[in-house]
């Protein structure tokens, strides 16, 4: 194996941001001085443009640790089995998975894998809520009256979770922040923070609010930053009732 055989293997996982920071800065640094490289990051950066990456599900599935614990302690086979995701992602893991267990040798690297694979299958998870969703709404946000960037939200009724999508939003002024309401016929609940840049969607894994009454719908406000009431204070950027 030669030093850039590294790199041809972990550019996937470069680009799903499961590498270690170590990694990644080593990669970062060689991607400066690699055409080749570059140009292949690039493509598959194109390729998975749409995929929200390096999220952390804010509710795992229920057999969500059993798998992953599964898929850790009897691979490679198992972990062959919990792909393919959606075609181009699935190419793309299976990829990183290659070269995660061509790396599996040697101690030092088994917590770093384990890590890592923890995060793909935290991405898996995530992207079934996506897969599976029977229901998906669409719905603008506007500011000071003019559009600016929408929300989606995928309904999944399996697991009862929402994916929620925020995109082209500003990241929220200072002193201020974006905040994820349900909507329930007993009022609005209170979720969570969104993390708003005009590079990248924020997305969300969200569990159903821990109340008796029916979701009805969803909302986006501006908040001030330190308030934590259970009524929404500010302006209402997005609203949607099903
Ligand atoms: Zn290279």
Same mark, same amino acid.
């Given at each position: ?9 972990? +550019?996937? !996982?470069? &680009? %799903? *941001? ?12 060689? #991607?400066? $001085? ?75 690297? +088994?917590? !770093?894998? &384990? %890590? *890592? ?12 809520? #996506?897969? $599976? ?110």
């Amino acid at each position: 194996m030669t030093a850039h055989d590294w790199y041809i293997e972990n +550019r996937a !996982a470069f &680009v %799903a *941001r499961s590498l270690e920071p170590v990694e990644e800065r080593t990669f970062r640094d060689h #991607l400066g $001085r690699c055409d080749q490289c570059t140009r292949e990051v690039a493509r598959l950066e194109r390729e998975l443009a749409w995929l929200p990456m390096a999220v952390t599900p804010v509710a795992p599935a229920p057999d969500f640790v059993r798998r992953m614990a599964t898929a850790i302690l009897d691979r490679p086979a198992r972990w062959r089995r919990h792909v393919p995701l959606a075609a181009a992602a699935g190419l793309a893991l299976v990829a990183a998975g290659t070269a995660l267990a061509a790396r599996s040798e040697g101690r030092d690297l +088994r917590v !770093a894998l &384990v %890590a *890592r694979e923890t995060r793909l299958m935290a991405l898996e998870d995530t992207l079934s809520v #996506l897969r $599976r969703a029977n229901m998906v709404l669409q719905t603008r946000i506007s500011m000071d009256g003019y559009p600016q960037g929408g929300m989606l939200i995928f309904q999944e009724a399996v697991s009862h979770r929402w994916g929620v999508i925020v995109h082209g939003l500003p990241p929220a002024p200072s002193g201020s922040k974006y905040q994820f309401w349900f909507i329930t016929e007993s009022g609005m609940v209170r979720s969570v923070e969104v993390a708003a840049s005009m590079q990248r969607p924020a997305f969300m894994t969200l569990p159903m609010p821990g109340v008796a009454a029916p979701v009805m719908g969803a909302a986006l406000t501006m908040e001030p930053m330190v308030d934590g009431s259970s009524e929404p204070q500010g302006v209402t950027l997005a609203h949607v009732v099903f």
